[in-house]
């Protein structure tokens, strides 16, 4: 089971993706806004029925906002 692989938790490896709530944890903020930003960001990764949050896309985000 990927969603509890152990190696896909550990901090010092730099994640592709994110899930909503992990991207919640990432922007210390509630859903909404998480969902706001990444969107914004252009982030969305639709995988069948999950949605994942490209990281990378996410910070460039994020630092293009705070200049």
């Known amino acids: ?14 994640r592709m993706s994110v899930s909503t709530e992990e991207l919640q944890l990432m922007l210390g903020c ?16 639709d995988v069948g029925k999950r949605v994942l949050w490209v990281v990378d896309k996410v910070q460039e985000y994020i630092s293009a906002k705070s200049l």
């Open 1 to 14: 089971n990927m969603g509890n692989n152990e190696l896909g938790r550990k901090d010092n490896i730099h």
């Open 30 to 45: 509630g859903r909404k806004t998480a969902m706001y930003i990444g969107t914004e960001a252009g982030a969305r990764l």
